[in-house]
């Protein structure tokens, strides 16, 4: 089992749709990372969270630390939204991120 | 304007053929980092650099050498490229290795045949 698991792997959504993904890991963690991969890509630091929820323009990110898991919201998606989303944690002791393989979003107009 | 620079963007090696990735910051970063990205699998750490002067190994290291010529620069070099070795190379760069905040760069994508 990875310590990083991310679902669903794909997602395909029509425009102005409320997207969900979901990051759920197995080891202790001093924070976790969403990062967003565009196509040709580049990849951005979107969120970084220890506890609680996170919020930029139409993206809002959760994490529950009991539960080991965390959820990357996105209100009234675009297709500019379309992207490959990644989860990384960063592990307690020895500081290494692991990184989830990415949520693949496609947002249709 | 502020960031991380990799150099190449594009890389195609014969097996045997040795080549050097070239990565710098300007932000005053402490530690580097090099990351490869295979298909269906997360990105996965070569080595990374904590401080200038100090390199250690990461989940993948075999087959690469790393040096940090200075704080700002940090370069991965194939000795002799195997086709396994084709990837997506990522150079990150953060304030330390326990400061949170990461920048990639734009990645460079090796082809070894």
């Known amino acids: 089992k990875n310590e990083v698991e991310q679902s669903p792997q794909n997602l395909t959504a029509q425009e102005g749709e409320f997207i969900t993904i979901n990051c759920s890991y197995s080891v202790g963690i001093s924070a976790l990372h969403w990062l967003q991969q565009h196509p040709g890509g580049g990849i951005v630091s979107l969120f970084m969270l220890s506890s609680g929820k996170k919020k930029h323009g139409r993206l809002i990110a959760t994490i529950n630390i009991q539960e080991k898991h965390s959820s990357l919201h996105i209100t009234a998606s675009h297709p500019r939204d379309s992207a490959v989303y990644i989860c990384a944690v960063r592990n307690l002791g020895n500081e290494k991120l692991t990184f989830g393989t990415g949520t693949r979003l496609t947002i249709i107009p | 304007n502020a960031g991380v620079t990799q150099t190449p963007k594009f890389q195609v090696l014969k097996t045997g053929q040795s080549m050097t990735l070239q990565c710098a910051q300007d932000m005053n970063h402490n530690s580097m980092y090099w990351y490869r990205q295979d298909p269906g699998m997360g990105l996965r750490l070569i080595y990374y650099s904590a401080s200038e002067g100090t390199t250690d190994k990461g989940e993948v290291p075999n087959g690469y050498n790393v040096s940090r010529l200075n704080k700002r620069e940090f370069s991965l070099r194939l000795e002799s490229a195997a086709p396994s070795q084709t990837s997506v190379y990522f150079c990150?760069?953060?304030?330390?290795?326990?400061?949170?905040?990461?920048?990639f760069g734009s990645g460079t994508r090796l082809t070894v045949v």
């Open positions: 990150a760069s953060s304030l330390s290795r326990q400061n949170y905040g990461y920048t």
